[in-house]
């Protein structure tokens, strides 16, 4: 469907395998990508098909992309848009936990005979066809998400830290709003980096 090529083209560069044939992707692929200024974990899992072609590795890989869609703050639900959306299709989204936020994606829409469908934001990886208006429908996602109930905080010392270098943030900024010196507001945004400091133990200047 091209789950890999929309992979790829998100990322900038051909991290993943891309060829015609069904279940190329054996194994999960996980990359750090920015989506219009934020940071995302982005999985190329393995096609979830049923067939007698599909062997034990393949299994696998089909087995640990169910529990990723499971697993996953929001779901890209791919479909080839030659073909429309299956029952297939539908049996596969309804995988995705009902709770979490979706994207519907049609894919190939450079295609002779492909159909955009209302409900779907309509791509073609190849063309470069609809990226950018996925790429903010997903920036668009993530921020709408509820953090308390995302794991992505490990624990309370890191909660701490990133609230005081909210605070210090915010400190500055009203800095800034009230003209007060660059020096004052600069103590504040060393403050927010050092803060961070203890999150990432990088040394930041």
């Known amino acids: 469907v091209g789950k890999s090529s929309l992979f790829n083209r998100l990322l900038s560069l051909d991290r993943a395998i891309v060829t015609d044939i069904a279940g190329t992707t054996r194994d999960s692929i996980e990359e750090s990508v920015d989506i219009n200024g934020i940071c995302a974990n982005l999985i ?7 067939g007698e072609d599909i062997n034990t590795v393949e299994k696998i890989g089909i087995e640990q992309a169910k529990n990723i869609m ?28 009902s709770n979490k936020p979706k994207i519907l994606v049609g894919t190939k829409t450079d295609l002779e005979g492909s159909k955009l469908v209302e409900s779907a934001i309509n791509i073609s990886s190849k063309a470069n066809i609809g990226i950018e208006e996925l790429k903010t429908e997903i920036k668009n996602k993530i921020t709408n998400l509820d953090f308390d109930s995302v794991d992505f905080i490990t624990n309370q010392r890191q909660q701490k830290c990133l609230k005081t270098a909210l605070e210090a ?31 990432s133990g990088e040394v930041m200047t």
């Open 44 to 50: 190329d899992t393995a096609g979830i098909r049923e």
């Open 70 to 97: 499971q697993d996953a703050d929001i779901n890209l639900l791919l479909f080839d848009s030659t073909q429309g959306i299956t029952k297939e299709d539908e049996e596969i989204f309804n995988l995705a936990d």
């Open 169 to 199: 943030i915010n400190c500055a900024l009203f800095g800034v709003l009230n003209m007060e010196l660059q020096d004052l507001i600069s103590i504040d945004i060393k403050s927010a980096l050092l803060a961070l400091d203890e999150i």
